[in-house]
């Protein structure tokens, strides 16, 4: 079936270096995706979405690219700090139905 | 700003128990949504509601019901408890069908 999906499940990263945590989807009818950020027991939290007439959406410090073409989502954190260690999800929204990802474990090295 | 509320936070149950997972949406949301997340797992979709009507089914076992009530608070109701129920249930809300779903903390649950 269709599904989201991450490239890789681990990305670690020196502080103040900039991070890019990738998707794949295979869904072209999909037209939202999030991303969430979820720490250790607690819940996702957003942090940015995009639409599918966009390809580029930016916020305080993360920003979120879509490559429709080749069905791509990516997160790009700059300036990594020790508190962005977490899991990111990314999630598509497609016709009332979200699907997470597998997550991606981002650790920031000091 | 308010968030979502979920109570109880922890809860442990043992096997063909009942358990009743509660959540309060955020303020003027109108649509609820529930969640599974077993360890090292991508949150799972089992059921949402709009504007108190069931709205999508996911992965929700037959042993499980929610329902969503006036004030927009929403309970999930878990009978004959199995141990592969032991996870994380979280529950979303949004201000309307198809918007972002901001999530709560979450109620840990544990079946012995």
């Not at chain 1, 139905?97 to 650790?107: K, N, S, V």
């Given at each position: 079936?269709?599904?989201?999906g ?7 990263v ?46 305080q ?8 073409t080749v069905?791509?989502?990516s997160?790009q954190?700059a ?12 999630a598509e929204n ?17 | 700003?308010a ?11 043992e ?15 109108d649509?609820?949504?529930?969640y ?5 797992q991508?949150p799972?979709f ?8 069931q ?34 249930y979280?529950?979303?809300?949004s ?18």
């Open positions: 079936g269709e599904s989201v991450l490239h890789l499940p681990t990305l670690s020196q502080e103040g270096d900039n991070s890019i945590i990738n998707c794949a989807y295979s869904n072209s009818a999909s037209d939202y995706f999030i991303w969430y950020k979820q720490e250790s027991g607690k819940g996702p939290q957003f942090i940015i979405d995009i639409r599918s007439n966009m390809d580029k959406r930016q916020g410090r993360v920003t979120v690219l879509l490559n429709k069905k791509h989502l997160l954190i300036a990594t700090q020790p508190g962005d260690s977490a899991v990111y999800f990314c497609n016709n009332n139905d979200m699907r997470f990802g597998a997550g991606t474990r981002l650790t920031v090295k000091p | 700003a968030g979502v509320i979920q109570s109880p936070r922890h809860l442990i149950k096997k063909r128990e009942t358990a009743t997972l509660k959540c309060y949406p955020i303020p003027r949301h649509t609820v949504y529930w599974q997340q077993g360890p090292g991508d799972q089992l059921i949402s509601f709009y504007e108190k009507m709205s999508d089914k996911g992965s929700i076992p037959d042993r499980f019901s929610a329902q969503q009530f006036s004030d927009y608070h929403s309970e999930l109701n878990m009978s004959s408890l199995e141990l592969g129920d032991s996870a994380l979280f529950c979303a809300s201000i309307k069908y198809q918007e972002t779903q901001y999530f709560g903390p979450g109620t840990r649950l544990l079946v012995l």
